[in-house]
């Protein structure tokens, strides 16, 4: 079945470093692939997203390729903001429309 | 973007009673709408697909007469827990999806928390 492996966190970074979650999937067909972010205390938020091998996502600095070749989508940014803090989820989407997502990872940003 | 909001954000009941959850979709009409249980620290688990006008469908080891669903309307599912009991004390998340004008996108509910004393 569908499914999606990120690395476990926390990942503790001092500001304006530069940042990489990782994202890999196992899927049948030709799933759709998200990064939503959870700031404390809050609901989901799509961060970006990209629908088909070779896209790009971006959003507020963050990006992610859908890679079909390695099955992953890498989340990046290359300068993190003590804001960013927050726990960031990779989802997968297939045709059920149905959304299965990673472990979640915990992003500490240090001032 | 699509705003979702659920009621209460948070509630807190005796164990034995029900409690109803309200997800609406404020601004784009949803005809499926998704509920999800996240425990601390761990990811989302899809509980239901919620759809307008029809039966919800559950995910495999849910309930369906613990965890009533009714999606009576293009902006409004409901999710009941009946007869709670603490250890179904969680953060419960309603997604809807909104598949107009080439978009098809779930957007979340801030999430309601249930603590059944």
């Known amino acids: 079945g569908n499914s999606v492996t990120q690395m476990e966190g926390p990942v503790t970074l001092s500001e304006e470093a530069f940042l990489t979650i990782n994202c890999t999937y196992t899927?049948?067909?030709?799933?759709?692939l998200f990064w939503y972010v959870q700031y404390p205390g809050e609901g989901l938020q799509l961060l970006l997203k990209?629908?088909?091998?070779?896209d790009k996502g971006s959003n507020k600095g963050f990006e992610a390729t859908y890679r079909k070749e390695t099955t992953s989508f890498h989340l990046e940014k290359g300068s993190v903001q003590v804001s960013d803090s927050a726990v960031y989820f990779c989802?997968?989407?297939?045709?059920?429309?149905?959304?299965?997502f990673g472990t979640g990872t915990l992003l500490a940003v240090q001032p | 973007g699509a705003v979702v909001s659920q009621h209460p954000s948070w509630v807190i009941c005796k164990s034995g009673t029900s409690v109803k959850i309200e997800c609406r979709s404020l601004?784009?009409?949803?005809?499926?709408m998704f509920w999800y249980r996240q425990f601390p620290k761990q990811s989302l688990m899809l509980m239901a697909t919620?759809?307008?006008?029809?039966?919800?469908?559950?995910e495999q080891g849910v309930e369906k007469d613990k965890f009533l669903i009714n999606h009576a309307s293009l902006t409004l599912s409901t999710l009941t827990v009946t007869s709670a009991h603490p250890e179904d004390s969680s953060f419960y998340i309603c997604?809807?999806?909104?598949?107009?004008?080439?978009?098809?996108?779930?957007?979340f509910g801030p999430g309601t928390r249930l603590t059944v004393l």
């Open positions: 919620s759809n307008e006008g029809s039966k919800a469908t559950y």
């Open positions: 899927a049948t067909g030709y799933p759709s």
């Open positions: 997604s809807a999806r909104e598949a107009a004008g080439g978009t098809d996108t779930q957007y």
């Open positions: 989802a997968l989407g297939g045709a059920t429309n149905k959304l299965i």
């Open positions: 601004d784009f009409q949803a005809t499926t």
């Open positions: 990209a629908t088909k091998a070779d």
